[in-house]
């Protein structure tokens, strides 16, 4: 009798206290597809500094936007970090995220990065430019994305796949700033140039610039830095367009409070914190990215690569225009 009572007793504990505990463990949940060690230094020091745990799942975003909608308001998770503006305007559209009113998010990122709604911030910034082989393409050879579709670049230019969502969203971008018209007008005049078939990624486009496939192309900074960083003796460089006009493109990567989240109140803290210039300095130097807030300096390495005007066109036009931008590269055969 006593045993059996002694089991019940267990068995009840059981259940009081694991749930208990995991809600102690874990005060904040973040699905994020940016990778695990891009993100843990900042978990770190945000528990570090207050003591909130934070747990997290990684994966693409298309299978973490699937778990979310299967999940609905029982998932368990508060915060979706992810990369571009496209993927996080799909999020908002998917109804998964819930504005955010934030004066210290709205006073640390410029308005033309963050949801004219606030759903979701940009957290860093990276450019989308052009990088050249410094052997083969003379500097005062290059002045706009526009130009890449001349004649003086047939057979040379690298490109990335369509259907990346960097592409979707520059190809978006350009729909925004000047149509639909010109900016079929200019993706054509780019496939025209190709010196090879799209490539599937950033860095292969200058592994193929190195090789010797193609003379330039366009990636996003980070990838530049990162290649750099492993073989810092390579003849590419780094090109900033359009300084005259409309500006670098830029996007960002960047997250939002879901509307599941247990925990609003603490998300919204922690996101404020990786607005914040101590989080932004850890943020863009892990990464190699640019910090959002202007208060913050880039990293050296970063900052080398010399400074720029960039496109402020809001980047919701980013995500509006996606399907848009996807139509239009399909009519002009960009694969
Ligand atoms: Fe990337």
Redesign the pocket.
């Known amino acids: 009798m006593l045993q059996i009572r002694f089991v019940a007793l267990l068995s009840l504990l059981f259940f009081v206290l694991v749930p208990v505990c995991q809600a102690v463990a874990a005060e904040l949940v973040v699905y994020s597809s940016r990778k695990e060690q891009l993100l843990k230094p900042l978990f770190d020091a945000y528990t570090k500094e207050t003591g909130t745990e934070i747990s997290f799942v990684t994966g693409k975003i298309d299978a973490l936007l699937k778990q979310l909608k299967e999940e609905g308001r029982e998932s368990p998770a508060d915060l979706l970090l992810t990369?571009d503006a496209g993927n996080l305007w799909h999020a908002s559209m998917q109804g998964l995220l819930q504005p955010i009113r934030s004066k210290v998010l709205v006073k640390n990122i410029p308005e033309h990065l963050y949801d004219p709604q606030r759903r979701w911030f940009g957290l860093s910034l990276r450019a989308r430019t052009i990088v050249y082989s410094t052997e083969r393409v003379n500097r005062n050879d290059l002045s706009t994305y526009e130009a890449l579709g001349d004649p003086k670049w047939n057979k040379r230019l690298l490109l990335r796949t369509s259907n990346k969502v960097?592409n979707k969203s520059l190809v978006a971008m350009f729909i925004a700033e000047e149509g639909e018209e010109k900016a079929e007008q200019l993706v054509k005049s780019w496939v025209d140039n190709l010196a090879a078939d799209p490539l599937a990624k950033?860095s292969q486009v200058m592994d193929a610039i190195v090789d010797g496939q193609g003379d330039i192309g366009i990636v996003?900074t980070y990838?530049f830095g990162h290649l750099m960083r492993e073989n810092p003796n390579l003849k590419l460089a780094l090109f900033w367009p359009n300084q005259e006009s409309t500006g670098v493109h830029v996007n960002v990567s960047g997250g939002g409070v879901l509307r599941s989240a247990k925990h609003r109140k603490e998300a919204v803290k922690f996101l404020e914190w990786l607005s914040s210039e101590k989080a932004q300095n850890l943020y863009a130097d892990v990464v190699l990215e640019y910090p959002v807030n202007p208060r913050v300096q880039a990293s050296k390495e970063v900052a080398a690569w010399g400074d720029f005007n960039q496109n402020k066109l809001n980047l919701s036009k980013a995500g509006e225009l996606q399907t848009a931008a996807t139509r239009l590269m399909e009519r002009v055969g960009y694969n």
């Open positions: 990369s960097y950033d996003n990838y």
